[in-house]
């Protein structure tokens, strides 16, 4: 069982920045691949970025290619998701997500509580 907290939301304007962390308790976190996923109120939970264990290929969804940037410490077992020139429409709850294997559908089998970012133009 992998239990996942995130931290790092908050409020910003356009053309800020925000990182968020991920932290899991499972000490064999480097087994799993990393997601990290949004939602905003009336819509569907959307992939951000993934990153795969080992050597750590990573994923992007092109609407934050270039500005967004996942990163994973193992000897800290947490992922992060550094955001760069926000814009008002990344404004969501952001969730990591873990699974064996990395994958940009929202079916992970472990989820964070989520943690909200806004972004005011």
């Known amino acids: 069982q992998v239990q996942l907290v995130e931290s790092g939301g908050g409020s910003v304007q356009a053309g800020g920045s925000l990182r968020l962390s991920c932290a899991a308790s499972?000490?064999?976190?480097?087994?799993?691949?990393m997601g990290w996923f949004r939602q905003d109120p009336g819509k569907e939970r959307e992939f951000v970025d993934a990153?795969?264990?080992?050597?750590?290929?990573?994923y992007y969804a092109d609407y934050v290619k270039g500005r967004f940037t996942i990163s994973r410490d193992g000897a800290k077992n947490t992922v992060a998701l550094q955001m760069n020139s926000l814009k008002p429409e990344d404004t969501a709850v952001y969730y990591c997500a873990a699974k064996a294997v990395v994958s940009i559908r929202d079916d992970y089998d472990y989820w964070g509580q989520g943690t909200q970012v806004t972004v005011s133009s």
């Open positions: 499972e000490r064999t976190f480097r087994r799993y691949a």
């Open positions: 990153i795969t264990t080992g050597v750590g290929l990573k």
